[in-house]
């Protein structure tokens, strides 16, 4: 079955430490998203990127970074930086559309990172 | 600039009674495609419906259609109805023309369903 993987599902870290957020689709899209959700809140657009190797910031990229070596995966590094990392964190896909493109974005099952 | 607004931080529906979750949008486009998608307690997003804005009858999808104000710039949700797997958090976007690939989303209405 096509779709979004995300690991791991829970992530716990210490202050201090960078981690890691995977990415995985085999929708063979183009486009791939990292959203940040705070609790009751909606989607922030940490970066995004149209094709492997470019991506660009988005809302609230400082204390994060991302590659795209391949078409298939999109990491998040979380690092030190980030002051308040603690956030449920979604990964989309889209196929690379015409303006007002019907096709939606498709959403992975999200990371909850928790600082302790 | 491009901006998603949703005023309806909660609402309450009565099992099988209609709701009206609103959207509204601002942007310069011609060309742009508006979405809904909804996010339950565990946190998947599922996308319900589209409506592009050149289309011109309001999109169906089962129990979902989409009210589609193009000169009031309103996207609103209608869920007709409703039922207890409906109570989640619903969220609107836009997918505009310039840095087409790029979505904005409003901050999402939370609905809770009643038996």
């Known amino acids: 079955d096509g779709g979004i993987t995300q690991s791991p599902k829970y992530l716990f870290r210490k202050e201090g430490q960078n981690v890691t957020l995977s990415c995985e689709q085999n929708l063979n899209h183009d486009a791939m998203y990292w959203y940040r959700q705070d609790p009751g809140q909606g989607l922030r657009l940490i970066y995004y990127s149209q094709i492997v190797n470019d991506f660009q910031k988005g809302d609230i990229a400082e204390g994060y970074s991302v590659s795209r070596e391949k078409k298939e995966s999109f990491p998040l590094t979380v690092t030190s930086a980030q002051k308040n990392p603690t956030a449920f964190y979604l990964c989309?896909?889209?196929?690379?559309?015409?303006?007002?493109?019907?096709?939606?974005?498709?959403f992975g099952p999200g990371t909850r990172l928790t600082v302790l | 600039a491009q901006k998603i607004t949703q005023t309806q931080p909660g609402m309450f529906v009565q099992e099988k009674e209609a709701v009206t979750l609103d959207c509204t949008y601002d942007t310069s486009d011609q060309s742009y495609g508006l979405f809904w998608y909804k996010q339950p307690s565990s946190g998947e997003m599922i996308f319900l419906i589209y409506?592009?804005?050149?289309?011109?009858q309001n999109a169906t999808e089962g129990r979902y259609s989409l009210n589609f104000q193009k000169a009031r710039k309103s996207a609103n949700l209608v869920i007709s109805a409703s039922q207890l797997g409906d109570s989640a958090m619903y969220f609107c976007a836009m997918r505009g023309h310039y840095n087409f690939n790029k979505f904005y989303f409003g901050s999402g209405t939370k609905l809770n369903v009643k038996p």
């Open positions: 409506q592009g804005s050149y289309d011109e």
């Open positions: 989309a896909s889209t196929p690379l559309g015409a303006s007002g493109s019907s096709d939606t974005q498709y």
